[in-house]
């Protein structure tokens, strides 16, 4: 059965660094979004993408935050220069175009680690 | 603005024990209601969902779940649970199909032997 798929799954990075977080989609999935769930607290939504844009994004994601599909697998999220308060699990979801049940598919996720 | 709220952090129970999970909801507009579940090391699952129709919508594997909108209420329910079933539960809200989740805190369902 086909799954989304993330790398690394853990990533430990010093406060400042730039970070990428990547995500492999189910392949014939056209919507693609990211959440994170900080230690402790809910899961919450950062951005959704579609059709190589932004179709939606949470008060969280500001500049510091990027997404890109660079090659149409992968699906990325950056976060430059980390803050300590960004150490949080990422999770990558998508989603393939209608259907009947709307259905995210999500990721193992990627345990980011801000020293 | 919508928002889930999930009463219980916790449920220990005993194998072949029934279960209730318990989801509040707040919404203004109409809602498409979820249970996802994580095992360990892994990525969330959906387990079921309600987007209209029938108020009680089941899983595969023995779960059920009620839509009560008088009560705003999603509560999840299984008869008899299996050690299996060890997991943790989120509750989640979508204002329209495809659209951000709202997620709850999450319930950590943990069965005994």
């Known amino acids: 059965e086909p799954e989304v798929t993330q790398t690394p799954s853990h990533q430990v990075t010093q406060m400042g660094q730039e970070v990428i977080l990547r995500c492999v989609p189910i392949s014939n999935h056209l919507y693609f979004y990211w959440y994170r769930q900080i230690l402790g607290q809910k899961v919450e939504f950062l951005v959704s993408?579609?059709?190589?844009?932004?179709?939606?994004k949470s008060e969280i994601f500001d500049d510091q935050f990027s997404v890109e599909r660079p090659d149409g697998s992968n699906f990325t999220l950056k976060i430059r220069s980390t803050k300590l308060e960004d150490s949080a699990m990422y999770f990558c979801?998508?989603?393939?175009?209608?259907?009947?049940?709307?259905?995210?598919?999500f990721g193992p996720g990627t345990r980011l680690t801000v020293t | 603005a919508q928002s889930v709220t999930q009463l219980d952090s916790q449920v220990p129970v005993f194998e072949e024990a029934p279960v209730e999970l318990r989801c509040n909801y707040s919404s203004s507009v109409s809602v498409y209601l979820f249970w996802y579940v994580q095992y360990p090391n892994q990525g969330l699952q959906l387990l079921l969902k309600y987007l209209s129709g029938s108020t009680l919508v089941e899983s595969i594997n023995g779960f059920e779940a009620e839509f009560n909108k008088s009560q705003t209420s999603f509560h999840l329910r299984k008869p008899s649970v299996h050690i299996s079933d060890t997991a943790e539960y989120f509750c989640a809200v979508s204002s329209s199909r495809g659209s951000r989740l709202t997620f709850g805190e999450g319930t950590q369902l943990t069965v005994n032997p």
């Open positions: 993408f579609y059709n190589n844009e932004i179709s939606e």
């Open positions: 979801a998508s989603r393939p175009r209608g259907g009947l049940s709307y259905e995210q598919y």
